[in-house]
């Protein structure tokens, strides 16, 4: 299916292009369905393409020593991923699932590199990116090592909150995504039953609550407060 220019400028690194320079990349750009669960790429398959999300959530993860799934971001529409193999040329360094049913924007390796030698500011915008994203693994892998259980939890609900929150009239922010605890204990590196024990006393404390199947923090504050090493 083709992409309208509208599509295409959603896109943060499409969208000060003119008509003219939209209607070049276009031919470049594919559309795809992905399922719940269903892997779009692994860790060590050769970087084939390069993913934006246009609908959905898509869930970037490794395995840990002893075997279990360790989340290390999730991808929210209109951001991309697999850029950094792409890019460099070597195989993906993890897995890229599903985490509902979405639809991804993807470009070839050799169109992508076409298209940055065409529009070189697009490489400034997703080598930006990158940065942050390197900082964010390298807090996730600390945090995973070195915080209590319940600082890991504050932390994840505190970047989700800032980063697709939603501020309702009440002054919570609803996190605009359904996480199960599985999903929270993948993110954190614990297990489920822990997730639902912590998750269960943030509730019971009054900091988060349910609202319509997604998770709503009530009180940013107290929940930052958790992540000092003196509580």
């Not at 320079?21 to 750009?29: A, F, G, L, T």
């Not at 719940?36 to 060590?44: C, D, M, N, V, Y």
């Not at 990116?129 to 390197?134: A, D, F, V």
């Not at 599985?182 to 509730?203: C, L, N, P, W, Y």
Request: glycine fraction near 6%.
């Amino acid at each position: 299916m083709n992409f309208d220019k509208e599509d295409l400028k959603k896109i943060p690194m499409f969208s000060t292009f003119s008509d003219d320079e939209i209607q070049e990349i276009r031919p470049y750009c594919v559309r795809e369905a992905v399922k719940k669960k269903q892997e779009i790429f692994s860790e060590g398959d050769p970087p084939d393409w390069f993913y934006v999300v246009l609908s959905g959530k898509i869930k970037i993860t490794k395995l840990s020593h002893d075997g279990r799934e360790i989340i290390l971001e999730v991808i929210s529409p209109r951001d991309f991923f697999g850029g950094f193999a792409v890019l460099k040329g070597f195989p993906y360094p993890a897995n890229a699932v599903a985490m509902e049913d979405a639809e991804v924007l993807k470009i070839s390796r050799s169109n992508l590199m076409r298209v940055i030698d065409r529009f070189p500011n697009i490489m400034y915008d997703i080598t930006s990116s990158l940065g942050e994203r390197i900082r964010d693994f390298h807090d996730t892998l600390k945090n995973i090592a070195l915080e209590k259980v319940e600082a890991r939890i504050a932390a994840l609900l505190l970047k989700l909150a800032d980063k697709t929150g939603d501020r309702t009239d009440g002054g919570a922010v609803v996190i605009n995504m359904r996480l199960t605890k599985q999903d929270i204990a993948e993110m954190v590196g614990t297990t489920v039953e822990t997730a639902i024990r912590v998750m269960s006393k943030f509730k019971r404390l009054g900091l988060i609550n349910d609202e319509g199947g997604k998770i709503a923090v009530l009180k940013l504050d107290t929940l930052k407060s958790i992540l000092d090493p003196a509580y």
